[in-house]
């Protein structure tokens, strides 16, 4: 069975640092997917990555992958408030299952 | 372009009783896919539907049911409720089975069981 772990569960962080979210996962897989999720809200989709060695960069978030290691790494750089939010990493493990497991997901806080 | 509907916003039931909760995927979409999410058990998938047909299912008991209309829109069903059902109900579509797109969620259902 896949297994997705995220680390940390929780984060806090002054705004301008620079932190990374780690996602690792169980099994072979060439799908992952990052969302973040408001309180109270639904999902958002930040990136889908789709094979190793894939980069997407949007704004101050920057995704990464790496199938061998089966790791993904989003990385914050010089946090602002407006990124406090709840982090998930998903992965599709199954070639056509269609089936995300989800990560525990990152709860950041952005401390002024 | 509207994004992915679900219908109620928030639902409250009483054990025993049955629940309803209704999606519409993003035009063009014919995957539909259905989630739980629980306090402190995260996000669960719950069952797949493309092209009418129930394609995947998840660790839930029989009585979390679904289907997909011809329109593909799709319903999900809890029959019997129990109190571990409460919890919030997203629904999620995409381009399709096999193509790695990216799959959007809904605002999501609030169900209480009291």
């Known amino acids: 069975e896949l297994k997705v772990e995220q680390n940390p569960l929780f984060l806090s962080m002054q705004e301008g640092k620079n932190y990374t979210i780690y996602c690792n996962y169980s099994?072979?897989?060439?799908?992952l997917y990052w969302y973040r999720q408001d309180p109270g809200k639904s999902l958002e989709s930040l990136f889908v990555?789709?094979?190793?060695?894939a980069v997407k960069q949007e704004g101050r978030l920057m995704a990464s992958l790496d199938t061998k290691a089966r790791l993904s790494t989003l990385h914050i750089t010089a946090a602002v408030h407006d990124l406090s939010a709840t982090y998930f990493c998903?992965?599709?493990?199954?070639?056509?299952?269609?089936?995300?497991?989800f990560g525990t997901g990152t709860r950041l806080t952005i401390i002024p | 372009e509207a994004g992915v509907t679900q219908s109620p916003t928030h639902l409250i039931k009483t054990r025993g009783q049955q629940a309803t909760l209704r999606c519409s995927p993003i035009?063009?979409?014919?995957?539909v896919y259905w989630y739980q999410q629980a306090l402190g058990l995260g996000l669960q998938f719950l069952l797949w539907?493309?092209?009418?047909?129930?394609?995947n299912r998840g660790n839930f008991p029989p009585r979390f049911s679904g289907r997909q209309f011809p329109n593909y829109s799709s319903e999900l069903n809890v029959n019997a409720l129990e109190l571990e059902d409460s919890a919030l109900y997203l629904c999620?579509?995409?381009?399709?089975?096999?193509?790695?797109?990216?799959?959007?969620f809904g605002e999501g259902s609030w169900l209480t069981v009291v």
């Open positions: 099994t072979t897989s060439d799908r």
């Open positions: 998903a992965v599709d493990g199954n070639f056509g299952n269609e089936k995300l497991t």
């Open positions: 035009s063009g979409h014919t995957s």
């Open positions: 990555l789709l094979s190793n060695g």
């Open positions: 999620a579509s995409s381009l399709g089975q096999y193509s790695g797109n990216t799959i959007y």
């Open positions: 539907y493309d092209e009418g047909e129930e394609r």
